[in-house]
């Protein structure tokens, strides 16, 4: 078959553009699929609050700072507790304290739920801070979806 | 909260406004404007964070808010100068051209859909919070490099060692308004992500004059909103920056290879090493980058011209050369600077590899998982869209072709550049003292963004030398 070399402009012109227009709609509907949850979810915030609101209703570690502060006014002393120092959750608990409390350094509790009590870990905390028991500590697992390593301990006092 | 965005829009002129100068005076011949302002953006941040560094080392943070009313009041005065004396010269130089309604609407919606998630989230992710936002957070609430953070046994987790960059920029505009405001700095970092879609559209204008908007619009839903573009765009994160300033340098380099003189070519060069040069304040790849990136410079020079014209360049350019380095030299003090006072407050650079005794079969399993991850990730439609396989493909095939075609061996360098980064990187993880699979599934999609726009930029550049060959020979431009 003889191609006309003038024509196979226009013709690659075509594929590219029915190529792209594929391409554009399978962003779209990823985008579409992977963010209509969390797009639904600011919407409805943003309607029944104000948009400072919605910052801090959808972020977990400052209503927890806050809870916090309110507990342990001026001591920053109280903020979280985890299960295990070894895993990504112990440290994203620890970041989010440093980000929080900086230049104040918060003490950090390890839970260990096998001994059934609550100890400092080494090296974050200084004399005359408080430590809680497991007893003073009620622990609650919650987890957000879509987020990595978010899982947290939201805790209470007795 | 208005307040604090009219501030970051203010900051973010100021310092785009001193690149485009700088920029003016070392490569006047930037093709259009969407180029010009994404490349004035960069080396912008560029002098703007170098500054912030020696101001740091001196422990001067407080007046970073003065340094940039300075450079602002600086930058009008040019202006005004520039204005009286050559008014017809200056409307060409910030002309804007001819830009269609559709096409301002549709990025001005793509873009606002990103900006509405962020404003209502905080800066919430792993490396923002444990890296980039309490460094940030010291910057601001300290006056330079001795502070808690880098100084306290409290943060021996979190990489200190890492580049100062973006967090002496997020400070810088923290200092601004006065508090930590996440929300405001967003538009800030967003701003990264709005250059990658100039530099996408520059290139494609300067390739394809007469490209359809539509086909603008669609090739950058294609490629470039895609979850994991929108995930990262203002996500505080330094990859996105780093993104930018590889693709910008990347176009630097293609411009350079495409000249045709070396007269021509070397303020593309300087440019594209001044653009490099950014991400050592970055991140750690940058550094990579940036010396991979000055040894593609000068084997473009070296094998496109012949001995005598670079005789004859370096008798006539001397000045100009030295002037470049000496600029070059300047800029990257602060890297330097940055790099004494880590000994000086003992703080360990926290490297992801190790060259321990791991036998051969372990050695190729490793890189087998890597090579296995590379091509998962390529095909993830849901990640990156269906195009990133195409024009992965298309990418390596193009670069790895024109290596071997002697006459056009030189267009290859740019993609070679990207190829030798990509190289470095599959090293960082061979060698990775880390369990692998959790190595590469926490950081794997962020290097390829690093590397997604330049491969695209490239791409384009490949497209348009078929083009010019399947054009009528009578038509084909003089390559």
Request: hydrophobic residues 45%; neutral net charge; aromatic residues 16%.
């Amino acid at each position: 078959m003889k191609v006309n070399r003038s024509q196979s402009p226009p013709f690659l012109t075509r594929i590219v553009v029915s190529t792209l227009i594929v391409a554009s709609f399978v962003s779209l509907f990823s985008f579409y699929d992977s963010k209509k949850g969390e797009y639904k979810q600011l919407f409805k915030t943003l309607i029944s609050t104000s948009a400072t609101h919605t910052l801090h209703a959808l972020d977990p570690f400052d209503s927890m700072r806050m809870t916090a502060e309110e507990l342990d006014t001026g001591q920053n002393s109280v903020f979280l507790a985890t299960s295990d120092r070894s895993t990504p959750r112990f440290y994203w608990l620890k970041f989010q304290a440093d980000y929080y409390f900086y230049p104040t350094q918060p003490t950090i509790f390890l839970y260990n739920s096998d001994e059934d009590y609550a100890y400092e870990i080494m090296n974050f905390t200084t004399p005359g801070d408080t430590v809680y028991s497991a007893e003073e500590l009620v622990l609650d697992t919650d987890h957000f979806e879509g987020r990595q390593y978010t899982d947290y301990f939201e805790y209470e006092r007795k | 909260m208005i307040i604090e965005l009219a501030f970051t829009v203010i900051g973010i002129m100021i310092i785009t406004g001193a690149g485009l100068i700088l920029l003016n005076f070392i490569s006047p011949d930037i093709p259009n404007w969407y180029l010009r302002v994404a490349l004035g953006f960069v080396i912008g941040n560029l002098i703007m964070i170098f500054s912030l560094s020696i101001l740091a080392g001196f422990d001067l943070l407080h007046l970073a808010t003065v340094v940039l009313m300075v450079m602002g009041a600086l930058e009008a005065g040019y202006l005004l100068v520039k204005f009286r004396t050559e008014r017809s010269n200056l409307k060409s130089t910030f002309k804007p051209g001819q830009i269609r309604f559709f096409f301002i609407f549709s990025m001005a919606l793509l873009v606002g859909t990103i900006l509405f998630r962020e404003f209502l989230t905080p800066l919430s992710d792993w490396d923002t919070r444990a890296i980039w936002g309490i460094k940030a957070k010291s910057f601001f609430l300290e006056s330079g490099f001795d502070n808690t953070f880098l100084t306290s046994s409290h943060y021996n987790d979190t990489h200190r060692d890492y580049p100062n960059g973006l967090s002496l920029m997020m400070a810088l505009f923290y200092r601004m308004y006065g508090s930590v405001q996440e929300q405001a700095v967003k538009l800030y970092l967003i701003t990264f992500y709005v250059n990658i879609l100039l530099l996408t559209i520059g290139t494609l204008k300067h390739f394809f004059k007469k490209t359809p908007t539509y086909m603008i619009i669609l090739l950058i839903i294609g490629f470039l909103y895609t979850n994991k573009f929108i995930q990262y765009s203002a996500s505080g994160y330094a990859d996105m920056p780093l993104a930018v300033i590889f693709a910008s340098a990347t176009l630097c380099s293609i411009a350079a290879v495409t000249t045709g003189s070396l007269t021509k070519s070397f303020p593309f060069l300087l440019t594209g090493v001044l653009t490099a040069a950014t991400g050592v304040y970055i991140k750690d790849e940058g550094l990579t980058f940036f010396i991979v990136y000055a040894a593609g410079t000068i084997s473009i020079a070296a094998c496109s011209y012949g001995r005598k014209e670079i005789s004859g360049f370096l008798h006539k350019k001397m000045r100009t050369i030295i002037s470049g380095v000496a600029l070059l030299v300047l800029f990257l003090f602060g890297f330097i600077q940055w790099e004494l006072t880590k000994r000086q407050l003992n703080i360990i650079d926290v490297l992801p590899f190790s060259l321990d005794n791991r036998t051969l079969q372990q050695q190729l399993f490793q890189l087998t998982v890597i090579i296995r991850s590379y091509i998962a990730m390529a095909a993830n439609s849901a990640n990156w869209g269906m195009l990133l396989a195409p024009l992965s493909l298309f990418f390596t095939g193009g670069t790895i072709s024109l290596l071997f075609t002697k006459k056009m061996r030189i267009y290859a360098v740019p993609g070679t550049i990207i190829l030798l980064q990509l190289c470095i990187y599959t090293a960082a993880y061979f060698f990775s003292k880390h369990d692998i699979t959790w190595h590469l599934q926490t950081s794997l999609e962020r290097l390829f963004l690093h590397l997604i726009p330049s491969a695209l930029i490239v791409a384009i550049f490949y497209v348009s030398l078929i083009a010019k060959y399947l054009q009528p020979l009578e038509h084909r431009e003089q390559m």
